[in-house]
């Protein structure tokens, strides 16, 4: 096992496991633990004033230290006293991936840590945004009920063909843009490819659409008031660049409502409009809205037809509770938009109640399944309803040779041999043999090729993606070929990621003295003159102490604010360190 099992994970199904990695917490430099304690400062101060309540609360309710990047060992010890879990993965992860691991109740938090050129805003998901962000909102019961139970519904839409090229794409761009190393051609050609997918989707899926709910509440939402409204959204509680961006007038706030599954959105950019829910019993009512829209909720010609468009595992559910899961090929239907037989391809389960139905699973039905749906012509009862006399009376029954005329116009005939029945005695199946199954002139089951099992429902009452019984096939699901950059350091770097280790030590063990903190400073003047957060925690050390060095240290910081990439940066973090003293 490669990750640690608690009362939460341990109920993961094995499919998901492969996406859990073990989190690099010794590959974490002394700068990137630097990051974290400079982010979650500037967060903290700044959030307490504009993040909703559960988020300060939550962070001691989750263990999450402003002090130093959380182990995920220790997260976990205080997370399971709420419910839940969190696992460390590689960056993003296929959208019903992520959603079934949420239905579980565990959080995954990307395990690589931004850089420092990339203090304020990553479009990868890393630490911070994953365990600071998502993590501390949890706690909140009322939120946490909602996550999960989006988890469950998302993990159920079905994606287009199309979904998952998408999340391929935006991976790699976000890979690219958090390396240091990669070029403006590599950056662009990404970038257009993303642009190019997102302008050619056509409709949007169910998973692109619930995709965009989870964007506009889970990630970047708002709470409360229009005019005045909290943050609760993950991007936004760990971007100190977002949190701020957002408040302004000029990002447009407007009601969170349905309408919001259809706005797309851009991860690499900071968002132009935001969704305002006024509570967050307000979210939960919103997505029960969206799952109404769903196939698993609709069933119907259009959920078959998206599992076809998906060419992907999904299950139909008909009304006897017989649930059949394969890649589905063919729908014929009439003028009046009913299905009346539908037609899997390859490996094809069945199931009830999410148990697969035995000597109904894949090696049972290697070819595909097929099977009418609806009543039968001029009998007002369905077969579904019939009781044994009903049979007894329309001749289905064991042994007897029968023509089924559906009022679709389907076929079936052959001997009936056997009938297959639930717990409460509804029928699912019935089983023939040298049967012969035609739609006017096409032939779609024939004798030859073996046993007929005729599934029984008059209509399909839910459609979603994924298996029945997630034991019926091999796991399809793969892990990204594309993995996240590793950073190589040079050897000048690690000297640099030593001198913040120096200092993180001084502090940590109260061992500091004006002649550490000089020694330091004048190093990092004469081989690393641009690196400006060791330089400001040199002078909070400065300033804490009174050491005269803090003049020399404030010049410094001050000569590096002619740079514009740092200027906010410094600026800010001199505030912090003056209020910090101050306390």
């Known amino acids: 096992m490669h990750f640690q099992l608690n009362d939460v994970t341990k109920k993961l199904p094995k499919h998901l496991h492969k996406f859990i990695v073990k989190q690099p917490y010794d590959e974490y430099t002394a700068q990137n633990q630097a990051v974290w304690r400079y982010v979650m400062r500037m967060n903290v101060d700044y959030l307490s004033k504009v993040a909703h309540k559960s988020y300060l609360e939550g962070l001691d309710k989750t263990g999450i230290s402003i002090d130093e990047i959380p182990h995920m060992e220790g997260m976990n010890r205080i997370l399971k006293d709420i419910g839940w879990a969190a696992v460390s993965v590689d960056g993003f992860i296929p959208p019903n991936a992520f959603m079934e691991f949420q239905a579980y109740n565990v959080l995954v938090i990307a395990s690589d840590m931004r850089t420092i050129n990339h203090i304020e805003y990553t479009p990868a998901p890393d630490i911070i945004h994953e365990a600071a962000g998502h993590a501390p909102i949890i706690a909140n019961p009322e939120y946490a009920e909602y996550l999960r139970r989006f988890g469950e519904i998302g993990s159920k839409a079905i994606s287009s063909a199309k979904d998952y090229e998408m999340y391929e794409a935006i991976r790699l761009l976000s890979i690219l843009k958090e390396n240091p190393n990669s070029s403006e051609k590599e950056i662009q050609a990404a970038q257009d490819n993303v642009a190019y997918l997102q302008g050619n989707m056509g409709e949007l899926s169910e998973m692109a659409q619930i ?14 008031a229009l005019e005045n409204p909290k943050i609760y959204g993950a991007g936004l509680l760990s971007s100190i660049g977002e949190s701020a961006w957002c408040m302004q007038d000029k990002v447009k706030k407007v009601p969170y409502t349905l309408e919001a599954a259809n706005m797309n959105f851009d991860i690499t950019k900071p968002q132009p409009q935001l969704f305002v829910t006024p509570n967050f019993a307000h979210l939960s009512l919103v997505l029960e809205q969206f799952a109404n829209t769903m196939a698993i909720r609709k069933g119907g010609l259009k959920g078959i037809q998206k599992l076809i468009n998906s060419k992907n595992l999904g299950t139909i559910e008909l009304s006897t509770g017989i649930q059949i899961s394969g890649i589905f090929t063919e729908v014929i239907s009439n003028e ?26 894949i090696e049972n039905h290697k070819e595909g399944f097929g099977s009418p749906i609806g009543k039968l012509k001029g009998i007002n009862i369905a077969i579904e309803n019939m009781s044994p006399r009903d049979l007894e009376a329309y001749q289905i029954y064991e042994g007897k040779r029968i023509s089924l005329i559906f009022e679709g116009g389907v076929k079936v005939e052959g001997n009936v041999i056997t009938g297959t029945r639930d717990l409460r005695g509804k029928i699912l199946l019935i089983t023939f043999e040298n049967c012969t199954v035609t739609y006017q002139d096409k032939v779609l089951f024939q004798p030859d090729w073996g046993l007929y099992h005729m599934a029984v429902g008059k209509e399909v009452v839910s459609a979603y993606t994924g298996a029945a019984d997630i034991n019926s096939f091999k796991d399809t699901t793969a892990v990204s070929k ?50 400006w957060l060791l330089n400001l925690e040199l002078y909070e050390l400065a300033l804490q102490h009174n050491f005269s060095i803090q003049k020399e240290l404030f010049k410094a910081l001050e000569d590096l604010k002619c740079n514009k990439s740092y200027t906010k940066l410094i600026e800010n973090g001199l505030v912090l360190c003056h209020q910090y003293k101050n306390k």
């Open 211 to 224: 995709r965009n709910l989870h964007w506009w509440t889970v990630e970047y939402g708002l709470i409360g």
């Open 336 to 361: 009046n938009g009913k299905p009346l037989y539908f037609q899997t391809k390859g490996n094809t389960a069945l199931s009830n109640r999410d148990k697969e139905l035995i000597g109904h699973g």
């Open 482 to 531: 594309t993995k996240t950059y590793k950073i190589k350091y040079t050897t000048k770097e690690r000297e640099l990621y030593a001198l913040y280790r120096d200092v993180r030590k001084m502090r940590t063990e109260n061992t500091v003295t004006e002649e550490k903190v000089t020694t330091i400073f004048y190093q990092l003047k004469n081989d690393f003159s641009n690196d």
